[in-house]
């Protein structure tokens, strides 16, 4: 099982609908969590990162977090074209400090 | 405020050369990851340097080496080329339990 998993997509959407964005992870006792978005041809942007259970809102998006299930997730409300990236999802793992790793990214598309 | 900022940005090399590829953390963060990226894909890791010591490292062969300086700076290095090692080239800065910032890269290509 590869430690972080995203579904590798590409996820069409149209402009002004909810994109959701999933990663599982292996690591069960991983504590931070976090969602970067890469334009083809740039490095990655820090979008949102969450610690806890739970959702966390910021802007149009929302980062929700289920420890029992291993599982975290992005909501992107009211998607617009300029939303079209690759989202990466990374998860820094307990087992070894401070090391951070990617899953493969989900490309998304917002058609207008 | 600086971000990350990585050099050079592009390099082209033959097989069997070596490369180094330089990064400056952004101001007040301390430790330096490094990570791999080929076409289509997630970034890898490939190690982390902290108080000039590599403190973590990922599954890269030891083609691949690394060097912080005293100012947090850090250096890549890649012995050996080969046509495979061709990717973008991903250096991020961190300081304590914070999210990592990520420079520009470094496009390396091998023929």
């Known amino acids: 099982q590869k430690e972080v998993e995203q579904n590798s997509g590409p996820l069409s959407v149209p402009e002004g609908a909810i994109a959701s964005l999933n990663c599982t992870y292996s690591d069960r006792g991983s504590q931070s969590f976090f969602w970067y978005r890469q334009y083809s041809g740039k490095s990655p942007e820090l979008i949102m990162f969450?610690?806890?259970?739970g959702d966390k809102e910021d802007g149009r998006f929302t980062a929700q977090l289920n420890k029992a299930s291993q599982y975290v997730s992005l909501l992107i409300r009211d998607s617009q074209p300029s939303d079209s990236a690759t989202y990466l999802c990374a998860v820094k793992l307990k087992t070894s400090y401070d090391k951070v790793i990617f899953g493969p990214g989900t490309s998304l598309s917002v058609i207008p | 405020d600086a971000g990350v900022t990585q050099s050079p940005t592009h390099l082209i090399k033959t097989r069997g050369q070596q490369v180094t590829l330089r990064c400056s953390p952004k101001s007040g963060h301390d430790t330096v990851s490094w990570y791999q990226q080929a076409l289509g894909q997630g970034p890898q890791f490939i190690f982390q340097y902290y108080e000039e010591e590599e403190r973590q490292r990922g599954n890269f062969p030891d083609r691949f080496s690394g060097h912080q300086f005293p100012n947090y700076s850090s250096e890549l290095n890649v012995n050996a080329l080969l046509l495979g090692d061709s990717a973008l080239y991903l250096c991020?800065?961190?300081?304590?339990?914070?999210?990592?910032?990520f420079g520009n890269g470094t496009r390396l290509t091998v023929t």
């Open positions: 969450i610690y806890s259970n």
């Open positions: 991020a800065s961190s300081r304590n339990t914070g999210p990592l910032h």
